[in-house]
């Protein structure tokens, strides 16, 4: 049995399942848990059924792409500004996707990659890394993103939204077996460190407002 797929396919579902799960608890429902669950559960068959018809060797590159079907779920089930709520769904897409990027990196430290306990040491670390990123989402990612939503210029959130696309589809493009692990990190690290900035500086212009009030 090939070990490292089966390791791969778990890591993609648990991936999935935390892409859903943060949406749920960052951003605000328009409907009820229950229909929106239902909702989900849908998209979910139909993103295993994709995924099914994928070949093995194509899997981490379908596996991104078919998550997009997610999207017009999450511009349907959740309040804001559609801008606003593609900025989130790309956002949380690239956070996911640096605990898994930086759980390869890891498990390269520890044990060589060839070794057959490696694909499993991979799969460890990614789970505790998903786990600690939602527990800071717990914490703190539904009062962020109220924070930031409380802005209705959209011209600002078209181009927040277009960065975010932007960096998707480069993160996607690359590839870690042709760049390495840390260049991929890196650029993983940079583009978030931009969201860190964008939250400052729309800190800022909310003071600034309050302060003119």
């Known amino acids: ?27 605000p429902r328009k409907y009820s848990l ?13 993103f295993l059924v ?17 998550g997009l079907i997610f999207l017009p779920i999450v511009i349907l089930l959740f309040r804001g500004q559609l801008f606003q ?19 390869d990196l890891l498990a390269d430290c520890i044990v060589p990659r060839e070794h057959e306990y490696a694909p499993f040491v991979r799969l460890i670390i990614s789970l505790v890394l998903l786990a600690g990123y939602l527990a800071l989402v717990l914490k703190f990612g539904r009062r962020v993103f109220q ?24 993160l996607t493009a690359i590839r870690s077996a042709v760049v390495g692990d840390s260049v991929l990190i890196l650029s993983m690290a ?3 460190w931009s969201f860190v900035i964008l939250c400052f500086c729309h800190h800022q212009h909310a003071r600034e407002i309050q302060a003119e009030i």
């Open 1 to 27: 049995m090939n070990w490292d797929a089966v390791v791969l396919s778990v890591i993609g579902i648990v991936t999935l399942a935390t892409n859903i799960t943060t949406m749920f608890l960052s951003l």
């Open 50 to 66: 994709l995924i099914n018809f994928s070949a093995i060797g194509a899997y981490p590159l379908a596996l991104k792409l078919a």
């Open 34 to 46: 229950r229909f929106s669950i239902g909702i989900f559960a849908a998209a979910v068959a139909v």
């Open 190 to 192: 940079f583009i978030l």
């Open 147 to 170: 924070r930031l939503f409380v802005d209705r210029r959209r011209r600002e959130w078209a181009l927040y939204a277009f960065g975010a696309v932007f960096s998707f589809a480069f």
């Open 85 to 103: 709520k593609i900025f989130a769904f790309f956002l949380q897409f690239q956070f996911v996707a640096l605990c898994v990027a930086a759980s």
